[in-house]
């Protein structure tokens, strides 16, 4: 049960959803936004770095979680894991990034953490955080910095794709691949296409 402090905080979160309203959550379409985020997470290595890994490899945020210090002590830029997929069971990568790397390395060395350590440890023994404390943090991000919709830890996923989408042109093909789907049109409804985004590749320069 919720206490009346807690229910207080969640009716004052412009992005707690609504009793009743979709639990879909958005993505975060503006990389202004991101940098934002970025800057209000500079104090806190641990979230930084879980913000930065989550938009950055579109692996889900509980498979994330579940990583330790060991898994990429020692990683260098272009190096990956093979992870196991806790929903699918399926084998994906995490890919270390050029701004993944400079965040995990500062993080880890600034921090004194065992390889046994979780990686986004709790401050509540060797566990990892929660999933819900996780959904919580993008509330209270996303909210800080103004920005309207429903986010939660999801939207670290959606947001990677959305930005490949979006600014690399990458296809729904490889992003299906990518997140483990079952077709593109699982994909596409996934990032949020909209039938308005469909109407506007109909004013495009006419062919021939």
Same mark, same amino acid.
């Given at each position: 049960?919720k206490t009346?402090?807690?229910?207080?905080?969640?009716?004052r979160?412009p992005?707690?959803p609504?009793?009743?309203?979709?639990?879909?959550?958005?993505?975060?379409?503006?990389?202004?936004?991101?940098k934002?985020?970025?800057?209000?997470?500079?104090?806190?290595?641990?979230?930084?770095?879980?913000f930065?890994?989550?938009?950055?490899?579109?692996?889900?945020?509980g498979?994330l979680?579940?990583l330790k210090?060991?898994?990429?002590?020692?990683?260098?830029?272009?190096d990956?894991?093979?992870?196991?997929?806790? *929903?699918?069971? +399926?084998? /994906?990568?995490l890919?270390?990034?050029? &701004? #993944?790397?400079?965040?995990?390395i500062?993080?880890?060395? $600034?921090n004194k953490?065992k390889?046994?350590?979780y990686?986004? *440890?709790?401050? +509540?023994? /060797?566990?990892?955080?929660?999933?819900q &404390? #996780?959904?919580?943090?993008l509330?209270?991000?996303?909210s $800080?910095?103004?920005i309207?919709?429903?986010?939660g830890?999801?939207s670290?996923? +959606?947001t990677?794709?959305?930005?490949q989408?979006?600014?690399?042109?990458v296809?729904?093909e490889?992003?299906?691949?990518?997140?483990?789907?079952?077709?593109?049109a699982?994909?596409?409804?996934?990032l949020?296409?909209t039938?308005?985004?469909?109407?506007?590749i109909?004013?495009n320069?006419e062919?021939?």
């Amino acid at each position: 049960m919720k206490t009346e402090t807690e229910k207080t905080a969640i009716s004052r979160n412009p992005n707690h959803p609504k009793k009743g309203s979709s639990t879909v959550v958005d993505p975060i379409r503006d990389e202004k936004h991101i940098k934002a985020i970025r800057k209000i997470l500079s104090d806190n290595q641990r979230n930084h770095l879980l913000f930065v890994m989550g938009i950055n490899n579109g692996l889900r945020t509980g498979d994330l979680l579940k990583l330790k210090v060991m898994d990429v002590r020692g990683l260098k830029e272009g190096d990956k894991i093979t992870i196991k997929e806790g *929903k699918t069971g +399926k084998q /994906n990568i995490l890919v270390i990034n050029k &701004t #993944v790397h400079k965040v995990l390395i500062q993080y880890l060395m $600034e921090n004194k953490l065992k390889d046994d350590d979780y990686l986004f *440890k709790s401050r +509540k023994g /060797n566990r990892p955080i929660s999933i819900q &404390t #996780v959904n919580g943090y993008l509330k209270k991000w996303t909210s $800080e910095i103004n920005i309207k919709g429903n986010y939660g830890a999801h939207s670290l996923r +959606k947001t990677w794709g959305y930005f490949q989408r979006k600014i690399f042109g990458v296809g729904f093909e490889v992003l299906c691949k990518r997140y483990n789907h079952a077709s593109p049109a699982i994909t596409m409804r996934y990032l949020g296409i909209t039938d308005k985004e469909v109407e506007n590749i109909l004013t495009n320069n006419e062919i021939g």
